[in-house]
């Protein structure tokens, strides 16, 4: 079987892992060569880039995979050098800058700064598996809103706990690192934990639930693991930058890792690109180095045979000026999604060096069989307030076959699978796969056997065709191992028609090749049942045609039965074995496409007629309701 290989995995990660350190070199050599011809400030330029960019990459980790804004990260790498100050300070000196009170026996501990720096990042992680199990729960504003507390709590208790803290005094006497190899070995970790997330299982699922929750769910992906590993392992991170920073400074208090940092570390995270690793770093070098710049300028040098007027804020001033001109001219950042691995990747793959992609290869043995098991609605309805949108719908789709749900607009079709697939949850009745009764939130239900695509196209657009399809076949793989076997993603790629397609963005795929990469998709996840959501919607009665053909050898394919909604009446009957027409919410027909096509109540439905006895297919303007 074809299947997207962990060597191909780790080839990824080690073109990007390889790109981004050649890239964070050239940045770290030009630095070097500028701070030789300065003083004393352009000396530490580089410590404090390499030490913003680690926390810049812990923000990228979470946020660019996940799609979730955080205002709150700078608060775990308060507490991480908060931790590694008050363990590693020499007793001498905490003995002047702490009092008495200060609690947790603190005044009479002292751990060599490494060990220190390493219990302090371990407290910060362990905050952000406490924090993360209540962020991954949640999305949009209300995990942005949690994580901004958490910046707010810990510099109010930094301000004010002054027994432990020293309030506003803040701690003196941290041990500093001499010179810059911790820092930049900080800054090379911090790029290899970007890139190993990225490519890993959890980062894949995350990018899924970036791209879109439902879809992602509707695909058996649980959107709260992967972001919860998002958080945790960006929580360390930017742990791991809060103690080299202080450490480079020597000192801490309550405002260096407060609101305003957090502005500057958003704004180079966002400058950059927000989604790659090479975002983070270019972002990073360009803020730094536009700071630097202005700096300079701002002081009034003689420059270029002027002497430039002194200018109080200019290096405040280019950075906001820089935020909103890329957020205006450019709103993916400066990167958008290029990473410098996929061009290592191709030059390596030139010289015969890397492993080239998988070709796609078809074969008939890896088909599997439809399994014994019926997909049942019982008695299934649903009330909206005092609306009741599906009012007793039963029908039952026999294993390996296609059966059809039709009826006018606001029939009640959509809301039907929605209540199949766990959208909702219905008032009355029951839906069962075979013995067991089909229960709860969508991934549930999909790694339960029901895969779905939507009315609405969602494919993951920024994701390349193939991980769109790996990405669902990753879950069979570990949830439907009773399934095993099948099309691999190759395979479905070529079935699908798409494999000179497969690295390209889904989103540049023109509307019938998104549809079809949406139905292959679904079909990597193995089901039981592959239920369709008007399949030919906004298409020509051409490409129903060839529709009708497409999903017939993608169902026999995977051994899936079929449920298919669809208004055009021509495509239901070329496909389906069986047939079900809603109106008003309510079953008011179902057999075969032939006794379908003579029932006066579909007739009356559908055409408003209750004159004509019987119809044949309808034609192109009957059949598109």
């Known amino acids: 079987m074809s299947r997207v290989s962990d060597p191909t995995r780790r080839n990824e990660a080690a073109a990007s892992f390889i790109g981004n350190c050649l890239l964070l070199g050239g940045i770290v050599a030009a630095t070097l060569i500028y701070a030789s011809g300065g003083g004393s400030s352009r000396s530490a330029l580089l410590t404090s880039m390499l030490t913003n960019l680690v926390l810049v990459i812990g923000f990228h980790i979470f946020i660019g995979n996940t799609g979730v804004l955080s205002f709150g990260h700078l608060g775990l790498a308060s507490i991480s050098s908060y931790v590694m100050a008050l363990l590693s300070i020499p007793l001498a000196r905490k003995a002047v800058i702490l009092t008495a009170k200060a609690p947790f026996g603190v005044r009479a501990v002292h751990l060599d700064a490494r060990i220190a720096s390493v219990v302090g990042i371990a407290v910060a992680t362990l905050v ?93 992906i649980d959107v709260f693991r992967p972001r919860l590993v998002a958080f945790v392992v960006s929580g360390a991170v930017v742990a791991l930058g809060g103690v080299l920073q202080t450490q480079s400074i020597g000192s801490l208090g309550p405002r260096q890792f407060a609101f305003e940092p957090t502005i500057l570390i958003m704004a180079m995270l966002v400058v950059g690109g927000m989604r790659t690793v090479t975002g983070a770093v270019i972002g990073t070098a360009f803020i730094t180095f536009g700071k630097e710049i202005m700096r300079f300028l701002g002081d009034g040098p003689q420059f270029l045979g002027v002497r430039w007027p002194k200018v109080e804020g200019l290096p405040d001033l280019f950075l906001a000026a820089a935020l909103l001109l890329v957020l205006l001219t450019r709103p993916g950042g400066l990167m958008n999604e290029f990473d410098v691995g996929a061009l290592v990747r191709r030059l390596l793959e030139r010289f015969r060096l890397g492993q080239p992609t998988s070709t796609a290869v078809v074969s008939d043995g890896h088909r599997l069989a439809p399994t014994d098991a019926s997909l049942v609605a019982d008695d299934v309805g649903i009330t909206f307030g005092g609306f009741t949108a599906v009012d007793g719908v039963s029908f039952n789709v026999a294993s390996g076959t296609i059966h059809g749900l039709i009826g006018p607009n606001g029939a009640g079709k959509t809301t039907v699978v929605n209540l199949l697939t766990g959208i909702y949850e ?20 999909a790694r339960q056997g029901i895969a779905r695509t939507f009315q609405n196209l ?34 479905l790629l070529a079935l699908s028609g798409l494999s000179d397609l497969a690295d390209r963005p889904a989103s540049t795929l023109d509307y019938g090749n998104q549809r079809r990469l ?108």
């Open 458 to 491: 969602r494919v993951f657009g920024s994701l390349p065709v193939r991980e769109n399809i790996a990405v669902a076949d990753l879950v069979a793989t570990e949830y439907r191992p009773q399934r095993s076997g099948g099309p691999g993603v190759d395979e």
């Open 128 to 220: 952000s598996v406490l924090l993360g199990l209540v962020v991954a729960r949640t999305s949009g504003l209300a995990a942005t809103m949690i994580t901004l507390a958490l910046l707010f709590v810990v510099l109010q208790v930094a301000d004010n706990w002054k027994d432990l803290t020293n309030g506003t005094g803040g701690l003196s006497s941290v041990p500093r690192l001499e010179g810059n190899a911790w820092p930049l070995a900080g800054a090379v970790a911090a790029v290899a934990a970007a890139v190993w997330f990225r490519t890993s299982k959890s980062g894949r699922l995350a990018l899924a639930t970036r791209e879109d929750e439902l879809a992602a769910s509707a695909m058996g």
């Open 518 to 625: 949406e139905i292959a998709r679904a079909a990597a996840l193995r089901p039981d049942f592959l239920l369709l959501d008007e399949p030919t919607s906004g298409m020509s009665e051409t490409e129903s045609l060839a529709m009708v053909d497409h999903v017939r050898k993608i169902a026999s394919a995977i051994g899936a039965g079929v449920l298919v909604i669809d208004h055009d009446l021509g495509f239901i009957t070329n496909i389906c074995d069986r047939i079900t027409v809603l109106d008003q919410g309510r079953v008011i027909a179902e057999g075969t496409p032939a006794e379908i096509q003579r029932d006066q109540r579909v007739i009356d439905a559908y055409l408003g007629s209750s004159a004509a006895t019987s119809v044949d297919v309808p034609s192109d303007d009957q059949s598109s309701l």
């Open 426 to 445: 219905p008032t009355r009745g029951r839906v069962t796969l075979g013995t067991s009764e089909v229960t709860g939130s969508p991934h549930v239900r």
